[in-house]
């Protein structure tokens, strides 16, 4: 019986024994790895931050300093998987949910973004979170939700032009144009010089419809240094063609034509932009150029038919109406409507 003691007795000393040893080495380690940090030399503090956890993984500070660590040294992915394994030891730990939540933000991990990011709010009202989590449900394709905190955000930090941006892409995305229109408007009061807000805003504008307003902002943004694309460039045109401008809109798609000759809508509206003008014949040589691309379309025949009826020549124009109905019956009932394709 004393010899069973005195072995139970020696057991549990020899694991108080390995216990306090472990936990001498793991101080030892993370002593030696703070001194790295400290020196700045990070990832010599991650090898003594490391070596401390595997004598003692349940110490919260040293789960800590090695994510720090690894942040330092901008690996991001493994940081927040020491973050996720802090978490295991405290979940309530404001340090360890403001990275995890920064993190999934920056990982795009938008669900984890979300859940991190309300949690972070009942611990800290008022830090920025809402913002957070207006993005990540818009990036998740959640309009609603996404409107929602954008409301919540903008109140928290009404001078964050970020706010009402994601407002207006949530908004356009749910094709409400007006108020995307204004929200990118909101955007730019704070933000005065972004050129990508400024076209996406003529872009808005010109869905609602305010053709003035599309302009002055597709303008403003190539003048800002917006990128100017053929894409930029084509609704530049149709802003200037839409109010009136017909002489700087049809100049620039003739510029256009150079990079892409055979573009047939791009012909097709060059030609409609000169028929409104009423000048015929150069609509007649633009639509020419969609025939001969394509000889089987009805509509560029039956436009230059109307063209010559314009100037006069209306037996031959006739003609053509009477041709391109052949190709395509439906014109019938424009000619009939004393309609032209395209609302002409």
Not at 245 to 259: A, Q, S, V, Y
């Amino acid at each position: 019986m004393k010899k069973t003691i005195f072995l139970s007795i020696a057991f549990i000393f020899f694991f108080f024994n390995l216990f306090a040893q472990s936990s001498d080495s793991a101080s030892v380690y993370f002593e030696k790895g703070m001194v790295e940090k400290n020196a700045r030399r990070y990832r010599e503090a991650e090898k003594h931050f490391r070596k401390s956890i595997e004598f003692n993984g349940s110490n919260l500070e040293s789960q800590l300093q090695l994510a720090n660590a690894l942040m330092e040294q901008r690996r991001y992915v493994e940081a927040r998987d020491i973050y996720l394994k802090a978490e295991a030891i405290d979940a309530s730990n404001p340090i360890v949910i403001e990275n995890l939540m920064t993190l999934s933000y920056n990982t795009r991990k938008w669900e984890d973004a979300i859940k991190y990011a309300k949690k972070w709010q009942q611990i800290q009202p008022g830090k920025g979170s809402y913002f957070m989590i207006a993005q990540a449900y818009y990036e998740m394709e959640n309009y609603g939700e996404a409107v929602k905190f954008c409301e919540a955000a903008y109140k928290e930090d009404p001078k964050n032009p970020k706010v009402t941006y994601i407002a207006a892409r949530a908004f356009m995305d749910m094709n409400n144009y007006k108020k995307a229109a204004g929200c990118f408007e909101q955007a730019l009061a704070l933000d005065s010089s972004n050129a990508t807000w400024m076209y996406e805003a003529g872009l808005a504008w010109y869905a609602v419809p305010d053709d003035k307003k599309s302009l002055y902002w597709i303008e403003k943004a190539g003048q800002k240094g917006y990128k100017k694309t053929n894409d930029y460039m084509e609704n530049l045109a149709s802003a200037c063609i839409n109010t009136g401008n017909f002489e700087k809109g049809i100049g620039i798609m003739e510029e256009l034509l150079k990079n892409k000759p055979q573009d047939t809508e791009l012909l097709y509206s060059i030609a409609e932009s000169y028929y409104k003008i009423k000048k015929y014949q150069e609509a007649i040589d633009y639509w020419d150029k969609i025939l001969a691309i394509d000889k089987k379309n009805a509509n560029a025949l039956y436009m230059i038919g109307m063209s010559y009826q314009k100037k006069g020549d209306t037996a031959k124009g006739t003609q053509l109406c009477d041709k391109a109905i052949e190709m395509d019956p439906s014109l019938k009932k424009l000619k009939e409507e004393r309609k032209l394709p395209g609302g002409l």
